[in-house]
């Protein structure tokens, strides 16, 4: 099961917002299922506590609609296929990087009756994924300065880079976004929201905090790299299974598939229920430890899709049932998702965006 402290969530929340200070406000990002985390159960747990919560897909802010989330929910994705409607029937603040997509969602008001739609509109400052370049940002102004059905609301851009040791490309992407500000207000629209500060930013630049804050990764009790630290953050997962099987080995014998890890004493090899269908991935083979007993032991051989094995030959105690801690804390020691995330050769983002539906998500903490 993957175990979910909301009271961590909310301290990590605490945190942030000391970090940004009272003017100004947390968009928490819930997007990718809250980083695997469980977004409409983080959401009921924030959001008397954040300014709103941004997704990518505007399925996911339908879904938290529908789970009764009232507070704004900004579409990140800028992609709306045929979702404009819904975008609007479902009072979500979309995110747009094409003049297109202006006159969809004007039609789409005309057509419900619905008023103007905010939108917020995305600069592409250097990430050169989404977003609207200086050289089209004029004629896009123009677009949605002549089209009625619509509202500039926000803007926003994304720091490629807030993370490197090398504060220069931030620094260089914010230079551009004063730029593009500078365009705005020349066009005569002045949004009343503008957020660009993603978790590291939010710590390591205090010039790109403007209304609102979109911290990630912080949320779930993680920093994105040294370079960009907070102090007080909570782990707010942690990942456990049991022992439901147990084996004596001789010296010599092969565990899992490929053979690939001998014991070389006797051993004792305990079979655990989690495997890379569940997120655990395969790529940690020969790599991963689990905790038992509040000890630090080898995951033994190959990784497979619903099970892997650990040896517990130096946990005297271990037997049936006994709890097994994959990422978390037992005892005095810890495993975090950083360590995964090293054995894995991957980042911390994608261990817990990684960890699969079937895998029951229990919460803690949910008192205030």
């Known amino acids: 099961m993957a175990e979910v402290d909301l009271a961590a969530l909310r301290k990590n929340v605490d945190v942030l917002q000391a970090t940004v200070g009272p003017g100004v406000g947390v968009l928490a990002v819930v997007k990718a299922d809250a980083y695997g985390h469980g977004a409409l159960a983080c959401a009921r747990a924030l959001e008397r506590k954040v300014w709103g919560f941004a997704v990518s897909l505007v399925e996911e802010g339908v879904e938290l609609r529908r789970g009764g989330i009232e507070a704004p929910i900004v579409v990140l994705g800028s992609f709306y296929g045929y979702s404009h409607r819904d975008v609007i029937a479902f009072r979500l603040t979309p995110v747009v990087s094409d003049e297109g997509d202006v006159e969809k969602f004007a039609r789409a008001a005309d057509e419900m ?21 200086l050289e089209r940002l004029d004629a896009m102004l123009q677009r949605i300065v002549a089209t009625t059905a619509v509202e500039l609301t926000g803007l926003c851009s994304h720091l490629a880079s807030a993370d490197a ?90 565990v899992s598939y490929g053979g690939m890890w001998k014991s070389d004493r006797a051993a004792r090899i305990a079979t655990v229920p989690i495997g890379y269908a569940d997120g655990y991935t395969r790529r940690m083979t020969g790599k991963a430890c689990a905790l038992v007993g509040g000890r630090r032991c080898v995951v033994a051989g190959a990784i497979t899709m619903d099970m892997c094995m650990v040896d517990v030959t130096d946990v005297a105690e271990a037997k049936l049932g006994d709890e097994v801690v994959l990422l978390g804390a037992q005892g005095g020691e810890r495993i975090d998702a950083d360590e995964l995330a090293g054995w894995a050769g991957t980042i911390s983002w994608e261990i817990f965006c990684g960890i699969s539906k079937r895998v029951p998500r229990v919460y803690v903490g949910e008192r205030w």
């Open 165 to 254: 040791d090398d504060a220069a490309p931030s620094e260089a992407q914010l230079a551009t976004f004063a730029e593009a500000q500078a365009r705005v207000r020349a066009a005569g629209l002045s949004p009343a929201l503008t957020h660009v500060a993603n978790s590291a930013a939010t710590v390591r630049f205090g010039d790109a905090r403007f209304d609102l804050v979109r911290p990630g990764l912080a949320l779930y009790g993680y920093n994105a790299s040294p370079s960009a630290a907070y102090t007080g953050l909570l782990p707010a997962m942690s990942l456990k299974s049991r022992i439901v099987a147990l084996r004596d080995l001789a010296a010599g014998d092969h």
């Open 113 to 133: 009756s619905a008023g103007r739609v905010g939108l917020h509109l995305k600069v592409d400052t250097g990430m050169s994924r989404l977003g609207v370049r």
